[in-house]
């Protein structure tokens, strides 16, 4: 049976995918993540996350690679990781009271198939006072997350509703993982 990769230095991700219950390695792609934001956004996460797949197949001809890529957008602005906590903290205060789509792209791919999708879930944060905003940054559990937050830790205090897959949000689709890879054998 052909290795499986998670193309991704996210521990988020590599948590997610021991959730699958199946056996992986992980080789991050580490390439330019720039997105062109004259594109359909979901075609361009989803882009990502193929070559982010691309990228690490090649170093692997002979296994079946996983990219994904997750984004926060919000009223027509992408939100991606954070530069700095000032930049942490005006993303929080433009997700404070409101719904925000967070975007994930999955690709799956082997030198025979070339599994993408992309899902797209809603997010809706209960009103956030500054120093929530404040104790939240100064946590560190905004760093290096789309949209400075993440669903699985602190931040579930703040979220009013989700509609789509929480494991989505989180970074990786696991479901969808698990269903496709029934199928591994064409693989
Ligand atoms: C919205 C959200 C994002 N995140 C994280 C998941 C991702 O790690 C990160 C989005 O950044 P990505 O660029 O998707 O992933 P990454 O750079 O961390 O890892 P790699 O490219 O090597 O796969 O934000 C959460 O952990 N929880 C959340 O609720």
Redesign the pocket.
Known sequence: MKELILA???P??RELLQKCGIPFTAD??DLD?TINPDNPLQEEIQALSFR?AEAVLKRHPDAIVIG???I?TIHGEVLG?PHDHEDAKRMLRELSGTTHE?ITGLCILSDRRNYQTVTVNQVSFFPLSEEEISSYVESGEAD????A????GLAARYVKSIEGDFYS???LPVSLVYEELKNRNSY
């Not at 290096?144 to 949209?147: L, P």
């Not at 937050?149 to 699985?152: D, E, K, L, N, V």
């Open positions: 991704s230095r996210s988020r991700r991050a792609a993540e982010k994904s890529d997750t926060v990781k967070v290096d997350k789309a949209g937050y993440g669903i699985q949000i989180m970074g």
